[in-house]
């Protein structure tokens, strides 16, 4: 079974400039996360969504974070304009559902803002 | 908001030894999950409580929810380089299914 599969695995950009990440989830897996992880800390969920509609998205700084997925399978992450602090690494996981599931994260895609 | 905290953060371990890394939420938890995140590597689901008082074994790792699910606690006995890594705990609050992790335990192996 293939895992969960993450484009770019780097992305170095300057601030105020956009990025975009995109996240291709488990086949069948309705459930679709985007984790911000900071150096040192654990994960931070940005959004999750089931299947094509958002569940939670109250830590996105929507101001200049947006993600959406469309057709309930690939999902993008947009930064539009980027910040020194938030260089981290943007992970995607998938589940099956929600609630008391097992998560799947993608390899991660770590962005450097300068 | 719910907060998870895992102490300790760093922990430096002889090969060979045990040691133990705890979890404590700031709310009752209706479940609570372990995850293992090699260095460069991607968080991986180890395992899910979800009784009050369960203990589940997975070869040398024991994991242990409390009675009031509201801690937690991973034991790792005869410590292997393999077990090198950052352990998280994850949990929701019993009105959500938001996984909120702690900060990790990275754990180093001394040969």
């Known amino acids: 079974e293939a895992g969960v599969a993450q484009s770019p695995r780097y992305k170095i950009i300057e601030k105020r400039q956009s990025v975009a990440f995109w996240c291709n989830p488990i086949?069948?897996?309705?459930?679709l996360y985007w984790y911000q992880q900071i150096l040192g800390q654990g994960p931070k969920l940005l959004i999750q969504?089931?299947?094509?509609?958002?569940?939670?998205d109250s830590q996105l700084p929507k101001d200049r974070f947006s993600a959406e997925r469309l057709k309930g399978v690939d999902s993008t992450l947009k930064i539009q304009p980027a910040k020194l602090e938030d260089s981290a690494v943007y992970l995607c996981a998938s589940s099956l559902g929600w609630g008391m599931m097992e998560q799947f994260f993608g390899p991660g895609t770590r962005l450097t803002v300068l | 908001g719910q907060q998870v905290m895992q102490i300790p953060q760093y922990q430096h371990v002889q090969e060979g030894e045990d040691f133990t890394t705890y979890c404590n939420s700031s709310?009752?938890?209706?479940?609570i999950q372990w995850y293992k995140q090699r260095p460069g590597g991607h968080p991986v689901f180890l395992i899910q409580?979800?009784?009050?008082?369960e203990v589940k074994k997975q070869k040398r790792l024991t994991f242990q929810f409390g009675e009031a699910k509201k801690n937690s606690s991973l034991h790792i006995t005869a410590t292997q380089t393999t077990d090198v890594g950052t352990y998280f705990c994850a949990g929701p609050g019993t009105n959500d299914y938001k996984l909120s992790f702690g900060a990790g335990t990275t754990v180093t192996v001394r040969a």
């Open positions: 409580l979800v009784k009050s008082g």
């Open positions: 709310t009752t938890l209706s479940n």
């Open positions: 969504f089931q299947n094509n509609g958002v569940v939670d």
């Open positions: 086949s069948g897996h309705a459930t």
